[in-house]
């Protein structure tokens, strides 16, 4: 189905930012492919979404998952024959919550962790660059974390200065180094590659301790997928502002 209107993949759509980011989407006016860990729950969110008055189109989506990253390209390209916008939103936070552990840090955290936040995001971007690659202003969204910040964490007085929780931190910084390299690849094409700080947000992962809510919490994503041609291109980004990598 040839379309003119804009094709968007969100992962991890099923709740928090992602959900909402797949809903801003939605609204204005792009068709949003929610991807979720499983089909009902995919489906379950592609009509909470319809109800709403979004188009969305479900998608099972592990992103951990080989073959479902082959049949996601395969069923979008067939479906759509290109891809616009991706967020790689899909994510997980440390194993014991956000308590300060470097040393400690066990082997399978570090391949929980970074096998979601960091090699998944790599491994979905490189299933669906080609069709990103057919857009005509193809837009990559990394959600990263402030707490991915080397800059902020080298200094003893920045406000994360206290979060050193190594396997989140460490496999945002690396998701931050992969958006760089990535936008330095893609310069010469119509992609930007960038990566999203979406604020301390009130989801599971941000504890209700957070200040912020969910909807504030998908702007900086919204932003970033919807960006004109003269936006930024391989940048670490909150709320429109540049952020220390
Ligand atoms: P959340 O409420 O915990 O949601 C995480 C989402 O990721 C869920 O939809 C979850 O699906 C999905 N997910 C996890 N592993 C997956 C997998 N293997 N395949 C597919 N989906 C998977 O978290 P959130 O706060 O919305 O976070 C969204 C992103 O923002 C994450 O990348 C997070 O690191 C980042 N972030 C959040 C905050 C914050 O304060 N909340 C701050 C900085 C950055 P299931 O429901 O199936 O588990």
């Known amino acids: 189905m040839a379309t003119d209107k804009k094709i968007a993949l969100v992962t991890g759509a099923n709740r928090g930012i992602g959900f909402e980011t797949a809903r801003q989407l939605g609204k204005k006016g792009v068709t949003v492919i929610v991807a979720a860990r499983t089909l009902k729950s995919a489906e379950e969110t592609a009509s909470k979404l319809k109800t709403d008055g979004v188009e969305a189109v479900p998608l099972k989506l592990d992103v951990t998952n080989a073959q479902d990253r082959e049949a996601a390209a395969k069923t979008i390209g067939d479906k759509f024959g290109k891809l616009d916008i991706l967020v790689n939103n899909a994510g997980v936070g440390p194993q014991d919550g956000f308590v300060p552990k470097t040393i400690n840090t066990t082997e399978e955290e570090l391949q929980k962790v ?3 936040n960091l090699f998944a995001v790599i491994a979905v971007t490189r299933s669906l660059l080609p069709l990103l690659k057919k857009s005509e ?3 990559i969204v990394n959600l990263s974390s402030v707490l991915g910040s080397l800059t902020l964490h080298a200094d003893p007085k920045s406000p994360i200065a206290g979060f050193k929780v190594f396997a ?14 990535l936008a330095a690849e893609l310069k010469d094409t119509k992609i930007k590659v960038n990566s999203a700080h979406p604020g301390w947000v009130k989801t599971e992962m941000g504890t209700d301790q957070a200040p ?3 909807p504030e919490g998908a702007k900086t994503s919204v932003d970033l997928a919807l960006l004109g041609p003269d936006g930024p291109n391989g940048r670490f980004i909150h709320l429109g502002q540049e952020l220390p990598w």
Do not use: V
């Open 168 to 181: 989140y931190d460490a496999s945002k910084a690396a998701l931050n180094a992969f958006t760089i390299h």
């Open 212 to 214: 912020m809510e969910i």
């Open 137 to 139: 202003a193809g837009r």
């Open 114 to 116: 970074f096998g979601t």
